[in-house]
Nanobody
């Protein structure tokens, strides 16, 4: 089982990026997914989660209304669309998968992690 995160980069404040998390070695259908992020010197924090069904996603308050998590099971890929980016969104973003249908905001609930992709938002 592998998760490959991509799509990070440098963007100006107010801009947009779309992160992708491609799964291999398994099918996404029965997994819940999440994006976490870790800024320098800070703990890894939950950003967004999505159920196996794709319904009722969960968002951290800090990104609600700006970020959208989605999944395409046919492509074995989960996405994070990030709009209206702020300098405080700068972090390494990680995707994670858990072998249960519902999301969780707890890092320890996830079974598999991608390698992370760096997002830098300049002011």
């Amino acid at each position: 089982v592998q998760l490959q995160a991509s799509g990070g980069g440098l963007v100006q404040a107010g801009g947009s990026l779309r992160l992708s998390c491609a799964g291999s070695g398994f099918t996404l259908d029965n997994f819940a997914f999440a994006w976490f992020r870790q800024a320098p010197g800070k703990e890894r924090e939950f950003v967004a989660g999505i159920r196996w069904s794709g319904t009722n996603p969960l968002y951290a308050d800090s990104v609600k209304g700006r970020f959208t998590i989605s999944r395409d099971n046919a492509k074995n890929t989960v996405y994070l669309q990030m709009n209206s980016l702020k300098p405080e969104d700068t972090a390494v973003y990680f995707c994670a998968a858990k072998r249960m249908p519902n999301w969780s905001a707890l890092r320890g609930d996830y079974d598999y992690w991608g390698q992370g992709t760096l997002v830098t938002v300049s002011s």
